[in-house]
């Protein structure tokens, strides 16, 4: 039998090349361009992606008849036109549990940074300072963190700020009361009654026509004055402008951004604010993510090419 042959756009770990080299051949073209995999695609069984590559329509249509299988190393769907992908009959998997801990200790350690003050106190060092009195700060313990988003990454960002004496209250509107309990969190029903108590806001929600634009000018308005915001979910669930007024005006105390409705976004206004901490899409940037990110997509595109039973499949 002639093996699948697969094309990795986006780079993958030698971990997951290995498990995909057994039954089949690897074409990694790291970086290759829209118009290249547009041209290419046709002479595949299987693509692996991450957020950079665009799976469009028309490069599904062009991916016909051989293309079965889209494969998203990582989370976030968004950059895969699923609908697209449905009518044409190829599958479309991810590796959603590989990242958890790596994007919910980055949140955890945005919250530090902006109650700390750290990279504050961190540029002032290097500039020669010493602004102890001038860098106080505030304790996590004791705080209320408000969790928007309570499946595997949030879920884990509430037990890890639990250990740190915060209270937790969650918000899903997908997930029972009672399963929000289970997982760790006081339920609210509304976002209103969310942001109205929180003192640190973290934001675990994929985007969708739904959540675009969801933390508005409105939505600051009903927050605890100087509360502090985190996104390390998706880029466009913030809408930014409204994200600086807010931390101009002292409504918003401080806010950690891993993601960006444009990425990169440059030297914004809102990435230079004083207040503001970020990092360039970092979350599942650890060695520990990246190599389960690997293994679990490989495995999962073999599972869909061979038949087999699916644990991630999207459509």
């Known amino acids: ?86 009518a044409r009959g190829i599958k479309v ?52 963190l408000g969790v928007v988003g309570m499946g595997r990454i949030g879920s884990r960002v509430g037990a890890l700020a639990k250990a740190l004496g915060m209270e937790i209250i969650g918000y899903d ?10 997982r760790g969190a006081q339920p609210v029903a509304t976002l209103p009654e969310l942001y109205a108590q929180a003192d640190v806001i973290t934001l675990h929600v994929p985007l969708t026509p739904q959540t675009r634009g969801m933390v508005n000018a409105e939505a600051f308005a009903q927050m605890k004055p100087g509360v502090i915001i985190i996104c390390a979910a998706r880029g466009g669930v913030i809408d930014e402008d409204a994200l600086h007024e807010a931390l101009e005006s002292g409504q918003v105390g401080g806010a950690g951004l891993d993601v960006f409705a444009t990425e990169p976004p440059g030297a914004s206004p809102l990435v230079s604010h004083p207040r503001v901490v970020a990092t360039p899409h970092i979350g599942a940037q650890t060695k520990e993510a990246q190599n389960r990110v690997a293994t679990d997509i490989a495995t999962e595109v073999l599972a869909a090419l061979d038949g087999q039973k699916l644990r991630w499949q999207i459509v």
Do not use: C
């Open 93 to 144: 998997v991810n590796a959603p549990q590989a990242s958890t801990n790596a994007v919910a200790e980055l949140a955890i350690g945005m919250m530090f940074a902006l109650a700390r003050r750290l990279t504050e106190a961190d540029a002032s060092m290097k500039r020669g300072e010493w602004l102890k009195k001038q860098l106080t700060g505030t304790e996590l313990h004791g705080k209320t």
């Open 173 to 182: 509107p997908l997930i029972p009361a009672e399963e929000i309990s289970r």
């Open 1 to 86: 039998m002639t093996p699948w042959k697969i094309l990795i756009t986006d780079g993958l770990k030698p971990a997951g090349q290995t498990i995909l080299s057994r039954e089949a051949e690897v074409d990694d073209r790291n970086g290759i361009s829209a118009a290249e995999l547009l041209a290419v695609i046709g002479n595949y069984d299987a693509v692996i992606v991450r957020s950079r590559t665009k799976i469009t329509a028309e490069v599904l249509e062009a991916g016909k008849p051989r293309l079965k299988v889209v494969g998203r190393a990582g989370v976030g769907v968004d950059n895969i036109d699923l609908e697209a992908a449905k």
